[in-house]
């Protein structure tokens, strides 16, 4: 099936420069959506449904810097200092699917945690249309904010049975940039998996950098997921990070690496929309998984 080129287009720009002077230091959002988010309706019949059966699964509060923001947690129910992944949403939040990619980890043996990165910019939940997602929320957060937020997430996780010596992240569009961010930022990250995330662009005073400008930088290594029929991400930019990986003296850059499936669309991990590719997505998910035990996140 095919996504309309609306919603892809504007997916893809989702990380255009956020204004700072509408930033907003209050917290928006204090609990978690339930279902999927206004903007994506109808969902996909493909769409998958990974039980909680044998898992604690729910909501969370992470204390940051200047309150809490909600979260979503799962990990086995029994047992303790299971292997922790950072799970970052798309553009619409922490929603089902977000949620139901926590309870897939959680079923391979990981506490999995999904911090709600826009409580302080707003619920794009019960916004419809996605370039309003855009311009009212997404656009207004600060890649300081989500790195801390992240931090946080991290230190609420191995005070409650997780393992941070085996710490992995993985995001999606949105969170994808996001992973490659955080990968510079912790130095005590084992892997990250960067579905389909932004590598190069115009940057500003909320997101001073892109990808490609800290693959000096990575303390973890990075393997990247991507469509070779992704529009808003072409494949010259794919191109230009591959040289930088390659040209960076960092061992983490060095060690990292980027997939790209020639018939997949932006989006083409996400089950609950056309995009859905389910030969790339199963695909994807089984490298992330080996790339984690690989690299001493799992």
């Known amino acids: 099936m095919k996504e309309s080129g609306s919603l892809l287009e504007a997916e893809s720009m989702c990380l255009a420069p956020p204004n700072p002077s509408e930033n907003r230091r209050r917290f928006l959002v204090t609990k978690l959506s339930a279902g999927f988010a206004l903007a994506v309706q109808p969902v996909s019949a493909e769409t998958i449904k990974t039980s909680a059966e044998g ?26 200092n299971f292997p922790t992944v950072l799970v970052v949403q798309e553009i619409f939040g922490v929603h089902e699917h977000i949620k139901d990619i926590c309870r897939r980890f959680a079923k391979l043996g990981h506490l999995a945690i999904a911090p709600e990165m826009y409580a302080r910019q707003g619920d794009v939940s019960v916004i419809t249309n996605i370039q309003e997602v855009i311009s009212k929320v997404v656009s207004k957060v600060p890649d300081a904010q989500v790195m801390s937020d992240l931090d946080a997430a991290v230190a609420w996780a191995s005070k409650n049975k997780g393992n941070v010596n085996k710490l992995g992240i993985t995001g999606f569009c949105w969170g994808g940039r996001v992973v490659w961010l955080y990968a510079a930022h912790n130095p005590k990250l084992k892997a990250g998996a960067a579905w389909y995330g932004r590598l190069v662009g115009q940057t500003s005073e909320l997101t001073p950098k ?48 980027i997939v790209v499936y020639p018939d997949a669309q932006h989006g083409f991990h996400a089950d609950y929309r056309p995009s859905y590719d389910k030969q790339s997505a199963e695909n994807g998910f089984k490298r992330l998984n080996e790339w984690f035990k690989k690299n001493g996140a799992a």
């Not at 729910?58 to 303790?80: F, L, N, Q, W």
């Open 55 to 80: 898992l604690v699964a729910g909501e969370v509060k992470i204390p940051t810097k200047d309150g809490s923001i909600p979260a979503y947690r799962a990990m086995p129910a029994k047992g303790k």
């Open 210 to 257: 892109n990808p490609i400008d800290v693959v000096g930088s990575l303390h973890a290594p990075v393997l990247g997921l991507y469509g070779g029929k992704d529009t808003g991400i072409p494949q010259a930019s794919i191109d230009k990070m591959r040289e930088a990986l390659k040209a960076t003296g960092t061992a983490s850059g060095k060690a990292s690496e």
